[in-house]
């Protein structure tokens, strides 16, 4: 995924440095002057220029953006997960962000979205042509932030993501192994990318629009296998010795039950390291024992 030679080396800003917005940061920075953008600079990595500011004070964000940017990539995560915490995280904090920038031209605005905004729960397939109307006020906000990253004037593309596990996000691994899930059968569809797809997704892109290919205005970031929930834990513990479930285990999914489709990103020349849910896990696992 590394970025080709350029005329001059490509600027790219990351607001959000957080798990995966940190991980994109340092990967991009092996090809890129990158700056990451949080409130606590301290936390970001060492080989990104590091901006502390608070998305929420437009002046204070002013103070600290870099000029002449190419890229900008939106990777936040609520600090209160009520509809203000939402709210801030995925539309007033691009809003300021975007009126701080002014008339800089971009030459793509990336916003890392979620599957979240969609409310199908009938197992159908869904792509990013799919109807969007989230029933909780999350996907609502996520799908406003969307539309604001659109609308920004600038060529802009959203990718939605699954849920992502990986070596920083084990708490379902944890919950199976320790007897937390015991999910109906059949249980709800479930879809996920694993971190390590989740980072270079988003750096494939990055790459696409600075060597000026067409990209869409929408990605579906998931990987090849959408798979019942109770199948994936029956799986784990073939694998690893697993506690017995708990009387208050968690019987059911979170997300509806849908099946994501990611033939647009394939389409792009993508490929995942990890394909499955089988791939992924059965590494972490592997680090277990």
Known sequence: MAITEHKQTPRILVAGCGKLGGAIAETLSRQAEVFGLRRNPARIPQTVHALGADLMDRAQVESVLPDNLDILIYCLTPSSYDEEGYRNAYVHGLENLLAALGSQPLKRVIFVSSSSVYSQNDDSWVDETSPTEPAR?????????????????????????????????????????????????????????????????????????????????????????????????????????????????????????????????????????????????????????
């Open 137 to 289: 006020f999350s996907g609502q906000m996520v799908l406003e932030g969307e539309q604001t990253a659109l609308d920004s004037g600038n060529p802009a593309t959203v990718i939605r993501f699954s849920g992502i596990y990986g070596p920083t996000r084990q708490q379902f691994l944890e919950a199976v192994i320790n007897g937390r899930m015991d999910p109906v059968s059949p249980a709800p569809f479930s879809n996920r990318i694993h971190e390590t797809d989740a980072v270079a997704a988003v750096c494939h892109l990055v790459n696409l629009a600075l060597e000026g290919e067409p990209l869409e205005e929408c990605y579906l970031a998931s990987d090849c296998e959408p798979v019942r929930l109770d199948e994936v834990v029956a799986w784990v513990r073939e694998q690893v010795p697993c506690a017995a479930p708990q009387p208050d285990a968690r019987r059911g999914g979170r997300a509806g039950s849908k099946r994501c489709s990611n033939k647009r990103l394939l389409e792009t020349g993508f490929r995942f390291r990890y394909p499955d849910f089988r791939a992924g896990y059965q590494e972490l696992i592997a680090w277990q024992k």
